[in-house]
């Protein structure tokens, strides 16, 4: 609806023979209707979501990390930081923790 709207408004602005120049234009958080608010501390979560996260970290927990993810999260993302000297996650991956035995 957006593009169309925008295509829409080109049509009625350009006008062979005259120099354009290049914009973008950004609509950065768009939200719903009911989902904004201007206080800090306030939810802003639609009433849903929380169901749909506890659903989505229960097929992540039975499947393996990273089974399903949100549509806005790439599979290969074009850049990720360098994990080869990063911190082991002793406190929340259990795969992760140290074995001691004593003889």
């Known amino acids: 609806m957006i593009t169309q709207a925008a ?13 354009f120049s290049k914009a973008e234009v950004l609509l950065m958080d768009l939200c719903g209707r009911g989902e904004f608010t201007d206080d800090l501390f306030a939810s802003g979560q639609p009433a849903n979501s929380e169901k749909v996260m506890a659903v989505l970290d229960s ?45």
């Open 59 to 103: 097929i992540n927990a039975k499947w393996g990390r990273g089974t399903l993810r949100p549509g806005v999260v790439p599979a290969a993302p074009a850049w990720s930081m360098r994990r080869e000297l990063m911190s082991q996650s002793f406190t929340t991956r259990v795969d992760q923790l140290w074995r001691v035995s004593a003889r």
């Open 7 to 19: 295509l829409a408004g080109l049509d009625k602005l350009y006008r062979p023979g005259f120099a």
